[in-house]
């Protein structure tokens, strides 16, 4: 099974950039799809993106279409966040997951069965 430790949280102003990472170890990232998401206390699990094993297709919630993108280095193991022009509404603790099942996973936090730990994002006004 695999291990996720993300990283790259902290307090940022609105309008600033976060770069999250998400680094796997235990097996290799190439045969997972993976996606992030984040939750704020009293909310359910958010998906904000996903992308698939190749790194080919990729997808976003609304909310954070345009402003965040989802990458992957299969050969650093590693899969990042890149979050720009964050507004205060962004502030959660981020996760991500890895589902071994299906070349794309998708929205659902369901179809993932292993999570990092989580790293907070903190954005002022």
């Known amino acids: 099974q695999v291990q996720l430790v993300e990283s790259g949280g902290g307090l940022v102003q609105a309008g600033g950039s976060l770069r999250l990472s998400c680094a796997a170890s235990?097996?290799?990232?190439?045969?997972?799809?993976m996606a992030w998401f984040r939750r704020t206390p009293g909310k359910e699990r958010e998906f904000v993106a996903a992308i698939s094993r190749s790194g080919s297709t990729t997808g976003y919630a609304d909310s954070v279409k345009g402003r965040f993108t989802i990458s992957r280095d299969n050969g650093k193991n590693t899969v990042y966040l890149q979050m720009n022009s964050l507004k205060p509404e962004d502030t959660a603790v981020y996760y991500c997951?890895?589902?071994?099942?299906?070349?794309?996973?998708?929205?659902?936090?369901?179809?993932?069965?292993?999570w990092g730990q989580g790293t907070q994002v903190t954005v002022s006004s």
């Open positions: 235990g097996r290799t990232l190439s045969v997972y799809a």
């Open positions: 997951a890895a589902d071994s099942s299906a070349y794309y996973s998708g929205t659902s936090p369901n179809r993932y069965v292993y």
